[in-house]
């Protein structure tokens, strides 16, 4: 008569090893949704708009300067200044074209950086909110007549739209592993 007890023992730990691989497969599950959904939030509400955006600053400028002194290592070159018209120009296109999208950018950093892969915000993006705020300064000293100060006391960091362009590939490249592996 012990076999309906081994049969029971048999079915008991039958049914403990599937409980657990239920559990274990569960919680890898709900990992991965949970990894899939920040991936997907970083890259539609900060890492894609931040390629985007610095993507057309970038082609904006080279369009600016390819009509605006195009054969000038630099625009604001102290041996040669520009004339008064293509420094209104400037001031128009800061104003008009520059400004706004870096004000974007800016607010993306300021508002979801907590979806920043790296534990800090990078140097390149705190340059970018620096530069903002000193072109506000600059550009309100336009608006009140004082045209002295065409730049602002920061410079630009170029390395923002490199930068956005790997962390959207490392990004996008996590996303579509995950993707194919719960197919």
């Known amino acids: 008569m012990d076999l309906p007890t081994d049969h029971l023992t048999g079915a008991i730990l ?21 990894r899939l959904k920040r991936l997907n939030a970083q890259l539609e509400l900060l890492y894609g708009p931040m390629l985007a955006l ?30 008064a018209k293509e420094a209104e120009a400037w001031r128009m296109w800061i104003q008009t074209v520059f400004m706004p999208i870096n004000e974007r950018l800016e607010k993306l950093v300021i508002t979801q950086s907590h979806l920043l892969i790296s534990d800090d915000i990078p140097r390149c993006l705190l340059e970018l909110c620096s530069h903002v705020e000193a072109y506000r300064g600059v550009i309100a000293e336009w608006r009140a007549g004082d045209t002295s100060h065409p730049t602002a006391p920061v410079e630009y960091p170029n390395d923002i739209l490199p930068s956005a362009r790997v962390w959207y590939s490392q990004l996008k490249a996590q996303q579509v592993a995950l993707v194919t592996a719960g197919a």
């Open 14 to 34: 039958l049914a403990i090893f599937v409980a657990v691989i239920k559990y274990v497969a569960d919680r890898w599950a709900g990992r991965r949704h949970a």
């Open 54 to 83: 610095s993507h057309a600053n970038d082609e904006a400028w080279k369009g600016f300067r390819a009509i605006h002194r195009p054969t000038k290592a630099s625009y604001w070159d102290p041996a040669d200044a520009p004339s």
